[in-house]
Structure formats: structure tokens, C-alpha cells
């Protein structure tokens, strides 16, 4: 709330030039160096009077620059001092070196704090590791289980970069194969442009030789920068299809023909990256 007059002085405390003067007036002016002072209020004072410190509005009132005692002052009485506090209620700023890590909120650092020209710094890093095994025949694109990673971004101008290796066998190394996408929520964000494009970041035929029963594992890696616009949590996955059914089965972390005896690992990585 803005304030009516002038603004408080934030811990300016003041002692009033000496009033000598008691001539039998209730009405005096505060000054501090011989220049008119203003307080913020009438309980941000100490008034010692005859040695007797004096109890806001009760024993005396202030407006703009002067004080007004509830009695008139008779001669003898003694005006001992009168300090002005300033705005004892309000922190102000911090001293330089005063605010520790211990005083700032978790969370309360955001990407919008920073100033302008600081962007492209990394806030977080969030990983999934899947050590062990999966396959599908799926002709419809479906989630690899054990192959995400959620993470809930502190702004909303954040980009999110994901990477990422699968190591993928397949059926079959000739007609067969398999198609991966790469998706937040249910939506595919990376897509080819072809005309007959199928796959989003990678198409994997079986790597090694061209005997069918030589089922080699081959890595699909990917990498991309998104734009989510969101500070609510986001889960990237990856998705699988092959192209013709049990035919064209894929495997994760192993080959169809050593079967789960010989076992790799697959990892996606999410970094907010502040906008």
C-alpha cells in the first residue's frame, strides 16, 4: 500500500535539535540540523520529557513536523530528547553479504529472476537408465517400458534437451524393422517431413550380418531441444513399432538370437536449459 506524505525512511534514526525554549506552549517544531524533520508516525518516536518517557497519542500527538503534547509545558519543564526512529517495521534492503543460502526458499530461484542476457544456463538434469529387457510386435507405436524420464520445469520460457541411446535389435535384416519416436505426454516431437515418413528419429534394421539367425544390437541415439511452454511435470518417453508384426519384433538391451544371457543398457537424459 502506497503511503499518503512522505515516504518512511527506512531505520533512520534521528535525535531532534534541542528545544530550549518551553515558553508555555503544547505545540513545538522538530528539527534535525536545523531543517524541518518529518516522522512517519506518532509511534515511531521516543519522547523523554523531565526525565519521563512519553506514551504515543496518549501524552502527545505529530503532524507533518510538529509535535503537539496533550498539556500545555510550563516553564521549568525539560524536554529531555526526541528521536525519530524512521520505519522500524519494514526490513529494507539487506546489507551486502547478509543473505545466505539458508534465507532463500527452495524453488525460489527461477529462470525469470535471471536478467536479461544470462540465458542457456542449465537448471537441472534428470536421467532414467534401463538395464533390463523389452521386446514387441506391435504395428502400432508403444511406450518402451522403463524408458522415461519426467521433469517439472521452474519457468515457463525454459527449453528442455533430451538425448538418449537405445540399444535395439530386430528381427529380421532385411524387410523388418522397426520405427522409435520420441514423445512428451502422448504427443510426438519429433517427426520427419518425408511424404512417406514413418519413423520419428530412428528406422532399425538388424545390425550385422545377413543371416537371420545373427540378431546384432545396434545403438539409435537421439537428441532434441524442446519448447514445452510449461511449469507442470512433463514425461519424455520413447516409443516402438515394428513393420510387420512377429516378423519384425524388436528387442531393447538384447539380441533375439543370444536372447537375455547378453544384455546392454539404454539411457535418455532431460536438462532444463533456462529461456
Not at 9 to 35: E, K, M, R, W
Not at 194 to 211: D, I, K, L, R, V
Request: proline share 3%.
Amino acid at each position: 500500500m502506497s503511503y499518503i506524505g512522505a515516504s518512511p525512511i527506512v531505520g533512520n534514526f534521528q535525535v531532534c535539535d534541542a528545544i530550549s525554549v518551553v515558553n508555555g506552549q503544547a505545540a513545538y517544531t522538530l528539527q534535525v540540523g536545523g531543517a524541518n524533520a518529518f516522522p512517519e508516525t506518532v509511534n515511531n518516536m521516543i519522547v523523554s520529557v523531565n526525565g519521563v518517557i512519553q506514551k504515543p497519542t496518549s501524552s502527545y500527538t505529530v503532524s507533518g513536523s510538529t509535535i503537539t503534547f496533550t498539556s500545555n509545558l510550563v516553564t521549568g519543564d525539560v524536554i529531555d530528547f526526541i528521536q525519530i526512529l524512521g520505519s522500524v517495521l519494514d526490513l529494507g534492503t539487506p546489507s551486502d553479504n547478509t543473505v545466505t543460502t539458508a534465507k532463500i526458499a527452495d524453488g525460489a530461484v527461477t529462470a525469470a529472476k535471471f536478467a536479461s542476457g544470462v540465458g542457456g544456463k542449465v537448471l537441472q538434469v534428470l536421467s532414467t537408465a534401463k538395464t533390463n529387457t523389452f521386446s514387441s510386435t506391435s504395428t502400432s507405436y508403444t511406450d518402451i517400458t522403463g524408458y522415461s524420464v519426467a521433469i517439472t520445469p521452474s519457468s515457463s520460457s525454459s527449453k528442455i534437451f533430451i538425448q538418449g541411446f537405445l540399444s535395439v535389435s530386430v528381427n529380421s535384416w532385411n524387410t523388418n524393422g522397426s520405427y522409435f519416436q520420441l514423445v512428451r505426454g502422448s504427443t510426438n516431437i519429433l517427426t520427419s517431413s518425408g511424404s512417406s515418413a514413418n519413423g520419428s528419429f530412428s528406422y532399425a534394421h538388424e545390425a550385422g550380418s545377413e543371416n537371420a539367425s545373427k540378431k546384432g544390437i545396434a545403438p539409435a541415439g537421439f537428441c532434441f531441444l524442446d519448447s514445452p511452454s510449461s511449469t507442470s511435470e512433463i514425461t519424455y518417453k520413447v516409443q516402438g513399432k515394428t513393420t510387420s508384426g512377429s516378423n519384425g519384433e524388436f528387442y531393447i538391451n538384447y539380441n533375439g538370437n543370444g536372447g537375455t544371457n547378453y544384455t546392454t543398457t539404454s539411457v535418455i537424459t532431460v536438462m532444463e536449459v533456462s529461456g
